[in-house]
């Protein structure tokens, strides 16, 4: 029994699925059959969420349809805004108002009588959450600056108009673009932990909020979501010292220190969206303050081009670049997180909709290792 254990379930095949395969050694992520690299480049945020939820990428009837769906349900219910704006008073962490957030959505689901199975409804539930969420987390930023929430822009796409409500101000091209594609290298990843954690929701054909709640739930964890965030803390950190990149990588490690963004589950060379997102920052810095980027780069020459660190399987991640462009962007870092849900709600309801249409509730095994044969002993005689 003992051989057959596999700890985090490592490289158990629990389910099939068409909708992301990621190949480790190559570097390679497609979605569909479309490499992340063509996505990124040609399309939107919601042609890809379309091409997850439906299997083919949208022609341009189907896409403004699609589009003009998920921006009828943008706006979420007054007491949604309420509840953010009392955990902004609380200071709530933004995961905790996102999880929150979700949960309170299907108190104002219009379908909430729909049967368990019936996979149509629960996709258009997924739709309006997928809608609903940017909403939310841009209300809570809005109120932890004190300022009030500002309305879903009608023209602008789903990225956009987040940096719209967040900042009041259309964002540029560049800006948008470049927001546009982080939402898309991050929209799914196989069965990484957040998406496992609600398929395993979904397969007991709980609806779709718990699931996407759940999924909202894994990724609050450090070992899940939050890497880039700890990627820009350490760039300040290094920008406020009297270091150069190089030579602070080599006293934290030195120290024992494990530099953030580097090495990955599943890649043993560098992350293709690690590799995008490394241009959109370079196009940031030409633009803006370059020294985010110019660190960047110094240190991942540092660790993989003197230190060897890639033929040793640990290379940058997407978290590497992510955390300096979305602050390039203005965005606030304890909101990173809840962006990466905010673009994986796409891959959670994809996925959780793929496997019910299949559905075997999942029940794994434990390898039991307590006590045998105790005795029981009556309280009195304790």
Request: glycine content about 8%; overall charge negative.
């Amino acid at each position: 029994m003992a051989d057959d254990l596999k700890k985090g379930l490592e490289g158990v095949l629990v389910a099939e699925s068409e909708l992301s395969s990621i190949d480790g050694d190559e570097g390679r992520l497609i979605y569909r059959g479309y490499t992340i690299d063509d996505l990124a480049r040609g399309a939107s945020y919601e042609e890809v969420v379309y091409l997850l939820w439906h299997g083919h990428l949208p022609n341009e009837d189907e896409l403004a349809a699609f589009t003009e769906s998920i921006n009828e349900e943008r706006r979420v219910h007054d007491d949604v805004l309420a509840t953010m704006e009392r955990l902004a008073d609380a200071d709530e962490q933004p995961m905790a108002a996102l999880r929150t957030a979700v949960s309170m959505f299907s108190a104002y689901e219009p379908e909430v009588d729909a049967e368990p199975d019936d996979l149509g409804a629960s996709l258009r539930k997924g739709r309006r959450i997928a809608a609903k969420v940017p909403t939310a987390l841009a209300a809570f930023e809005r109120y932890r600056l004190g300022e009030e929430p500002v309305d879903p822009h009608p023209d602008l796409g789903l990225a956009a108009n987040f940096l719209y409500m967040l900042t009041g101000d259309e964002p540029d091209d560049v800006a948008a673009e470049t927001f546009d594609q982080a939402l898309i290298l991050h929209a799914d990843h196989g069965l990484n932990a957040s998406t496992f954690t609600s398929m395993v929701i979904g397969s007991t054909m709980a609806d779709i909020y718990s699931a996407v709640t759940g999924g909202v739930c894994a990724l609050s964890g450090p070992l899940h979501g939050g890497a880039n965030q700890d990627v820009m803390e350490v760039l300040m950190e290094i920008d406020e010292s009297d270091l150069d990149p190089r030579d602070w990588v080599e006293q934290a490690t030195e120290e024992g220190r494990r530099i953030p963004g580097f090495g990955h589950r599943v890649y043993n060379v560098k992350d293709p969206r690690a590799k995008i997102l490394q241009e959109r920052s370079e196009e940031l810095a030409e633009t803006g303050d370059s020294k985010w980027y110019d660190i960047t780069t110094t240190i991942e020459g540092y660790l993989t081009d003197e230190k060897g660190l890639v033929e040793k399987g640990i290379a940058p991640n997407v978290d590497f670049y992510s955390g300096s462009v979305y602050y390039q962007l203005g965005i606030p870092i304890d909101m990173y997180t809840p962006i990466f849900a905010m673009s994986r709600v796409g891959g959670w309801v994809g996925h959780v909709l793929e496997y019910q249409e299949d559905n075997r509730l999942i029940r794994p095994r434990a390898q039991y290792t307590g006590p045998e044969d105790q005795e029981f002993v009556p309280i009195e005689d304790r």
